[in-house]
Structure formats: C-alpha cells, structure tokens
C-alpha cells in the first residue's frame, strides 16, 4: 500500500494544488481511508458549508486557492467529507474543475465505452424481435392467425377481468401529482413525504390481495421517489433520502416475495406497518435536522 | 429529392447544431424518438452529444467509489444504457449530471450487494445505503493502518496525527516543544514503520 496521504505539502499554497489533485485523481478513495484511520476520533458533524462557507463560490470557479489552513485542516481532520466535496465539483464546479477533471481521465477508456454503446443502440433488443415477430407472422397461415387472434382476445379478456384492481395504479402516496415538485423549503418537503407515506394507513389492508397490492404501489412510489431530482433539497439530504429510500424497497420487495410465498397475513401487516411507521419517523428527523 | 436523401441532410444540418445545444435540449429529440430511421437517428447522435459532455465526469464520479473488484468503465456503460432507457420516462429536463449520477449510484449499490452475498463471507452486514457501502470499501484499508498506527507510541503518534491535519514540521515542532530536525525524522521514520507494517498485513491476508 502506498500511503499518499502522508505526502501532503507543508506549505498551505502547495497544499492547495496537492489536495485539488487528490480530488479529481482516482485515488481520493485511498486517501480518504488514510486520513480517516488517522483522524478517527474527529465528529462527524461538519458540513462543506459550515467550513467553506461564503468561499464556495471562489472555489467553484477556481479552485482551493483561497481557503486558510485552518480550512484546510478543517477538511483534512474530516476527510469524510472529501468524497461528497469531489461529487460537488463534479457537479457545480466550473471551467477551472472541468480542465482538472479532463486532465485526469484516460481517453481510450471512454472511447472504448462509447463505442460499445453505439454499437447497443444500433443494435437494438426491441427492434429485432420486432423484425423476428414480423418475420414468423410472415410465416403462419390465415388459419392460425385466425385462432391465434380468439385465443389472444380470450386471454386479454380473462386478463382484464381478473385484474380488476390494478397493481400499479398512481395516485397517491408518492405517486401523487405534484407530491414531489412542489417549490418548499427541505424540511417541509421532507415532511410532506412523511405525510405522503402516511396515506399508507389510509386505506385497510385486511385481505392478502389488498395487502399485496398496496405495498406494491407503495413500492412503485419507491422507485418515483428514488427516480426524482428532488431540487428541493441538498445533495447530502437528496443522497440520504435516495439512499434510504433504496434500503425501504429492499425491504418492501422482501415483503412483497414474503407474501407472494404465503407469508400470513397478520404478520406480514403488522411488519408492513411497521415499516411504513419507520420511514415516516425517519423523514421527520430529517427534516428537524435541515437547516 | 428521394425520403432518405432528405433525412440525411435533416440529421447531418442538425448534428451542427447538437453542439450548442443544451442538455435539455438533447433530452427533449431523445424522449420523442421512435422507430422511424431519421427521429431514431437524430436521438441517438443527441445521445452522443450527451455522452461526449458528461462520460469524463461520470467515470470521475464512478472511480473513486467503486469496490476493487469492480470495473468503473462496466458500471458507466449500464449506467448510459439506463439513462437511454429511462430519459423518456424519468428524466424531468433538470440537471442531467445529477440524474446520471444517482442512476450510477443505485447501480453501484446494486453491484456491492450482488458482489458480497455471492463472496465467502456471507454473514457479513450488507450496507443499506451508498455512504456506509463506501465505508464498507475503505474499512480494510482503514483497519490495517489503524491497526500499525497504534503500534506507535504517543509522541510519534501525535506528530502523525499533526502533519496529516496539515501542520508544517515546523508548527508541530514548536506545539509539541520538540526539535525541528526531531520532528522531521521521526514523522520520516514513522511513515516508513506503517508502510512495512501495513504492507506485511496485507501480504499476511493475501
């Protein structure tokens, strides 16, 4: 292993060109887990915010120049914060990051990735079973086609008739219109989705096609809710909300296969609810924990 | 002039422009695409405009936060094929770097927790979230210099605590009342003791 970290410059101006390397180069994970093993006793409440504070825009346009040691000590002491700082920068950060991030990245590799994209799109799964499809249909006779053409509607209407309710209806929940694009501070969007979580409660769930179809379109909230930009909120609250949001579908699809496999129905509404009651908790403490 | 003859020109005219266009603008000739050759045609170039933008800082991105045994450029190519399937339906026109990013973040999760529950240690604790996987991926790392670190004794340990918080020799020679040349060495000597042990750790687990 080499310990880069323990290279860092003494002087804060070559520290500031040292630690713009670390952030754009590939091994920013390896310095992280350095520093993190050598500070481990430092908090983890310190945000960009609090330690770049009003600088943030001097440092988008160019570079680290500017901060202080003890900004920079600030960063070092809690290097955690040194891989959301790298995603910001990828993000925000203007023509002086895109030149740093470009001069670190080898060409050859996204070349070979766009090649084989392309060579993807223009080869389509779809297209070609469309092509297949058309080309059997070519093949069968009338007779078929006409039998072919009862059976589809037979199956289309037995379908129909025995979906009654649908799976996936929209609506509420997450799925509500408007539930995740209104325009509010993030602490009452989060606790808007805490009350959109809690609709879950709003209808009775006391039969196992009524439990399973509800938890599957909370789970299709889910996969709204993991989908949506949410410019409502920070990139750290945004990553935690997705991020959790990941970990409660997990959860919603074991419950889903739980009950698909004849889990029984009391227990699998009681953990359901439970649940449900967990991640309103946890929204709320989040949105009492922005600012 | 015959149908494909006049589509050439429409694609070749609008790739000039594809260009300056903005990244909603590309988004926009990608979600009306349909299986007609020039629509089709025209939303795949905007495709690659898109590509051209944001593949260098996607791989950036995808770099520094996947697990050894996992290949950054794999990741960025599902992550593409995602966003061409998904910019249709789940793409609100608004900063498109954020999206692919979190596309690419829920596929690398993906990847850890296939890769850890098909490995040997299968009664570990899967990480639930993107933060505690990347945890996940330094806590060796972390372990084994943690480990050698405290093999150290107090002063040295301190001066290394010192230098990596950025301090100078010299600011660390006047807090710790210790002298320069002193200082020096000993944080040269303590970086070449955690070194070996580190590296002997590894080669013990290897």
Known sequence: ?291 | MSEIGSGYIRVMSNSLNLISSTDEQLTNLIKVRDPSSVQKQEAEMAFNSLYDRHAPFLLAFLKVRVSPHINASDIAQETWMRAWQKIPTHFDGSHFRGWLFQIARNLLLDEFRKKKTTSLNEDIDLPETQDSAQEFIQQEEKTKLRDCMSQLDEVRQKIVKLRLSGESHREISERLNVEYNTVQTRFHRAKQFLEDCVNQQEKETA
């Open chain 1, 1 to 291: 292993m080499n310990l880069a970290a323990f290279d860092l410059p003494e002087q804060t101006h070559e520290l500031s060109d040292w630690l713009v390397t670390q952030v754009t180069g590939p091994n920013l994970s390896s310095i992280v887990a350095q520093l993190s093993a050598i500070h481990s006793d430092q908090d983890h409440d310190l945000t960009i915010e609090a330690i770049c504070g009003e600088q943030w825009n001097s440092i988008i346009q160019n570079g680290f120049s500017e901060l202080t040691q003890n900004q920079f000590q600030q960063l070092l002491t809690h290097p955690y914060l040194l891989m959301e700082l790298q995603e910001r920068l990828l993000l925000e950060g203007e023509e002086y990051w895109q030149k740093q991030f470009l001069n670190q990245n080898d060409d050859s590799e996204i070349k070979q990735t766009k090649l084989i994209i392309q060579e993807t799109l223009q080869k389509p799964i779809l297209d070609s079973e469309a092509t297949q499809q058309a080309e059997d249909f070519k093949k069968v006779p009338y007779r078929k086609i006409a039998a072919l053409g009862f059976v589809s509607a037979a199956l289309l209407f037995f379908a129909v008739f025995l979906n009654q309710e649908p799976v996936a209806t929209p609506g509420w929940g997450w799925n509500r219109p408007g539930a995740l694009t209104a325009d509010i501070p993030a602490d009452q969007y989060l606790n808007r989705l805490a009350d959109s979580a809690n609709e879950w409660f709003k209808k009775p769930t006391d039969t196992k096609a009524a439990l399973l179809t509800r938890l599957t379109q909370f789970r299709n909230g889910c996969e709204t809710l993991i989908n949506a930009p949410h410019p409502q909120l920070t990139i750290k609250d945004r990553t935690w909300l997705i991020d959790r949001c990941r970990a409660w579908a997990g959860k919603l699809d074991n419950q889903i296969v739980a009950l698909e496999k004849g889990a029984d129905l009391k227990t699998a509404d009681a953990n359901a609810d439970a649940l449900i009651h967990k991640l309103v908790k946890a929204l709320q403490n989040r949105a009492e924990q922005v600012t």
